[in-house]
């Protein structure tokens, strides 16, 4: 499985951004493609997750009901559309990979990582 993530950038508090994970390789229907961040200093950290097939989301208590996590299933890209974004929420972004689990908000077990994108929001 190859991950890449795209979509970062600056952007003021109050703003939306969206970012992308471009799948590609064997990725079963109840795998799961899961968004982690890291803060500067701080421990990387699960933010959303959703099974291939789409039919389950997760969501940090943090970004519930201002971040969406969906899949595009023509171009076999996980997208994470960011709302009300908040200075607390500026992280290197990662998209992973890993089979079906019911521990799914650890970093353990995702055997596939993209490279990160920077989201930085100014207040």
């Known amino acids: 499985v190859q991950l890449q993530a795209s979509g970062g950038g600056l952007v003021q508090a109050g703003g939306s951004l969206r970012l992308s994970c471009a799948a590609s390789?064997?990725?079963?229907?109840?795998?799961?493609i899961g968004w982690f961040r890291q803060a500067p200093g701080q421990e990387r950290e699960f933010v959303a997750v959703?099974?291939?097939?789409?039919?389950?989301?997760d969501y940090a208590y943090s970004v519930e009901g201002r971040f969406t996590i969906r899949r595009d299933i023509v171009k076999d890209i996980v997208h994470l559309q960011m709302n009300d974004l908040k200075p607390e929420d500026t992280a290197v972004y990662y998209c992973?990979?890993?089979?079906?689990?019911?521990?799914?908000?650890?970093?353990?077990?995702?055997?596939?990582w993209g490279q990160g994108t920077l989201v930085t929001v100014s207040s």
């Open positions: 390789g064997r990725i079963r229907s109840n795998d799961y």
């Open positions: 959703i099974a291939w097939d789409g039919t389950y989301r």
């Open positions: 992973a990979h890993r089979p079906y689990t019911m521990n799914h908000r650890s970093q353990v077990g995702y055997n596939y």
